[in-house]
């Protein structure tokens, strides 16, 4: 007889991986596919900005959706995870896209998906904060 398993949030915990796979890809692929490119256009450091954000919410969205101990409500770490991801995909992402050239209206998402980090974050703050009232 298996265990039962809890199987809300396991989405999450795969995009995280998957997220921090595919960061770990994208810096080696910057660093020596496109390594030339990149400095020739002035954009080096644009790329290893977006790889470092990328790669931090991926472990910060793994850890999240892992479990936090129960030092946060699952319902806030999943929220926070989900947020991390969303920033992946708009602040790496538009970085990534302008790097390689991509259209300028992109320039305007890299705030967005800052600000998802940064609600991940404050979610995951918030979360701990009324774990704390109710565990008192």
């Known amino acids: 007889m298996s265990e039962p398993r809890n199987h809300r949030g396991q989405w999450?915990?795969?995009a995280a991986a998957a997220f921090g796979?595919?960061?770990v890809a994208l810096g080696a692929f910057g660093a020596h596919a496109l390594g030339d490119t990149l400095a020739e256009r002035g954009y080096t450091a644009v790329w290893e900005t977006a790889v470092l954000y990328h790669l931090a919410?991926?472990?910060a969205a793994l850890t999240a959706a892992s479990g936090t101990g129960g030092a946060v409500p699952a319902r806030a770490a999943?929220?926070?995870a989900l947020l991390w991801i969303v920033g992946i995909l708009l602040f790496s992402?538009?970085?990534y896209a302008i790097a390689l050239g991509g259209?300028?209206?992109l320039g305007p998402v890299t705030p967005l998906g800052g600000a998802?980090?940064?609600g991940g974050w404050l979610t995951l703050?918030?979360?701990a904060s009324l774990r704390r009232r109710w565990s008192a």
């Open 12 to 14: 999450i915990l795969a």
């Open 21 to 23: 796979a595919a960061g």
């Open 57 to 59: 919410h991926a472990v």
């Open 78 to 80: 999943r929220a926070a």
């Open 93 to 95: 992402g538009s970085l």
């Open 103 to 105: 259209p300028r209206w």
């Open 116 to 118: 998802a980090f940064i």
């Open 125 to 127: 703050a918030v979360g």
